[in-house]
């Protein structure tokens, strides 16, 4: 009995040093080998563990093959585990057209890594498994993985491959090739520096041209950064976030893929992924690197950055959470009143109509934020109350400030938005902007439950005729409600967001010949400085290597589907 029992263990071991050695053998290995910001058309076969994760048959992000039937990518490409929707694309040349050496398949279950953290990308990893294995073919084959205690050096050559944007807001264009970039590694500490108020852990990975102009961006998300070792192409980091895309100083951060080998290895038991132990040789010059200066580690005090930024065009009466993250929702004794914006870390803009007297009593009001559904199951919702209601007290429309009872942190579901306070920027007749407020039309959706759900609607800038250009900026006519009053009307310039207009009562009368007219935030400029001091400045810090949204309103629509199951 004994005797059988070592056989046993012995043919179980040699099964298991055979599955190991056998990954170790293909992993890596691209037969075919011979945009991404500042890349080029990869040609086809060149990297053939790389995968598009697709949700309902778009591409949402990407990822690697890493075993016959695991594909790793990044955790903020996910809004949960459940596996509805989702489904994996390899062999592909590009996202458009034939792709004769294309396989899909069905992902059956998502594992996030349980200490990802939302805010910080932290364990931005996650794992996906297919619905059946593939086979491996010249097109198809997996990516070795860095093992535990992997160095790369400062200035390690590494590879970042996807069908991301070309250019910060800049599509790939038709049809859509593959592309490639060639970046150096960046250590932890210059990178650190240079992304300032960006903490960047041990379990992270730079790499970036400090010149700009090559970089991962938006649909990048969750895609391979390899690096080849003999003969061998070993994964190094996943694409994870970023301040804009491909700017001068401003390297991209990865998950560092050496940081998970024991996390990988728990949850695949079989057919385990090649991990391959990488050197790098000489001293890392980062090691002894300080940044230049006092050191400072300025906090996110940016405005106008929506980190998870999805906007499909057209009205819908439902968005994703983070959209506008600057949004917010006025109670008066648990009531709702009137929407309105998020200027610093504690002051709210909305319109002075909004209050039944001038001097309203501040401990009968509270703010939400980081809201989407109003009481809903809302996993980043915060509720303060005000200690202070400030009225600028100009003829016709006015504006009021809201001062919390104390500071809000901001998170990637809460932003302040910027204030168009000098007509610095132009925003002439024909520039597409949005308008966002509280829907109470629709409360069947949740049985009641709902109550308000945030809206967004698309116009143009039109001509105010005889109206003061000084005082009102106009758009062509859309669906405004009584529970719109406080919300913003919103612009974009250079990537950024600027409330230029509020909606007020008597500013924004809902029909006027073919107009909406609304409250300009400009006219406010010495009141809001004055009261406010200094805003949140309009930089650009930007999650450059989220997810491409261009499949946001089928996301949105999925999120509709989920939130009516949940209320």
């Known amino acids: 009995m004994a005797l059988r029992k070592w056989t046993f263990l012995l043919a179980l071991m040699s099964l298991l040093s055979a599955e ?32 598009s994760v697709q949700l309902f048959g778009e591409h949402f992000c990407g990822g690697s093959l890493i075993n016959r039937e695991w594909v790793m990518s990044a955790a903020h490409c996910f809004m949960g585990t459940s596996p509805l929707g989702w489904k994996v694309s390899l062999g592909r040349q590009s996202l458009q057209g034939e792709n004769p050496n294309e396989v899909s398949r069905n992902v059956t279950t998502i594992i996030l890594h349980p200490n990802y953290d939302d805010l910080t990308a932290d364990n931005d990893i996650a794992l996906l498994r297919l619905l059946s294995p593939v086979k491996f073919t010249d097109y198809i084959r997996p990516v070795c993985l860095a093992a535990s205690g992997s160095v790369f050096n400062n200035g390690t050559d590494s590879w970042v491959t996807g069908w991301g944007a070309v250019k910060e807001g800049v599509s790939l264009p038709f049809p859509e090739t593959l592309q490639e970039v060639e970046v150096p590694v960046l250590g932890n500490r210059q990178c650190s520096c240079l992304n300032e108020g960006l903490r960047v852990t041990d379990n992270m990975i730079c790499a970036g041209v400090l010149a700009g102009g090559k970089d991962s961006c938006q649909g990048d998300s969750g895609g391979p950064m390899v690096s ?6 070993v994964q190094s980091g996943i694409v994870s976030f970023g301040i804009g895309c491909a700017r001068p100083n401003r390297p991209g951060v990865y998950s560092r893929v050496s940081c998970y080998q024991s996390w990988i290895s728990a949850h695949i038991l079989s057919d385990k992924p090649g991990f391959v132990q990488f050197t790098s040789s000489g001293l890392d010059a980062d090691s002894n690197f300080t940044c230049p200066g006092p050191g400072r580690r300025p906090t996110m005090s940016v405005c106008g950055a929506a980190l998870l930024d999805s906007h499909a065009g057209g009205d819908r009466s439902i968005v994703p959470e983070g959209t506008w993250p600057w949004m917010v929702r006025l109670h008066e004794n648990g009531v709702y009143r009137c929407g309105g914006t998020l200027i610093s870390d504690n002051i709210i803009l909305t319109a ?26 809302e996993a980043f919702e915060m509720s303060l109350g005000v200690v202070n209601i400030t009225m600028s007290k100009m003829t016709a429309s006015s504006i009021a400030l809201l001062q919390l009872v104390e500071s809000v942190a901001f998170s990637h579901y809460i932003q302040p938005v910027c204030l168009d306070i000098n007509d610095s920027r132009s925003f002439p007749i024909g520039s597409q902007c949005w308008v966002t407020g509280w829907d109470n039309r629709n ?13 967004e609607l698309e116009t143009q800038v039109a001509s105010c005729g005889n ?30 967001w600027f409330q230029v207009g509020v909606v007020t009562v008597s500013g924004n009368a809902l029909s006027h010949a073919d107009v909406d007219v609304f409250t300009k935030i400009s006219r406010f400029e010495s009141f809001l400085k004055e009261k ?12 450059g290597n989220s997810p491409d949204f261009s499949v946001s309103l089928l996301l949105s ?11």
Do not use: M
């Open 352 to 377: 002075a109509q909004c209050f039944s007297t001038t001097r309203p009593n501040a401990s009968e009001w509270n703010v939400f934020l980081g809201l989407r559904v109003a009481n809903g199951s």
């Open 20 to 51: 190991s050695k056998a990954q170790l053998d293909v992993c890596g290995t691209a037969p075919l080998s011979t945009r991404i910001v500042g890349g080029e058309d990869a040609p086809p076969g060149r990297w053939p563990w790389q995968v």
């Open 443 to 455: 409360s069947s959706r949740g049985a009641g439950k709902a109550g308000l759900v945030l809206r």
């Open 228 to 233: 080849k070792q003999g003969s061998v192409w």
């Open 467 to 496: 109206l003061s250009d000084s005082d009102n900026i106009c758009t062509h006519a859309i669906d405004l409600q009584e529970g719109d009053q406080g919300s913003p009307l919103l612009c974009k310039s250079e990537s950024l």
């Open 557 to 567: 629509f999925a999120v509709l589907i989920i939130s009516v199951f949940l209320l």
């Open 532 to 543: 406010v001091g200094q805003t949140p400045a309009p930089a650009a810090l930007l999650t």
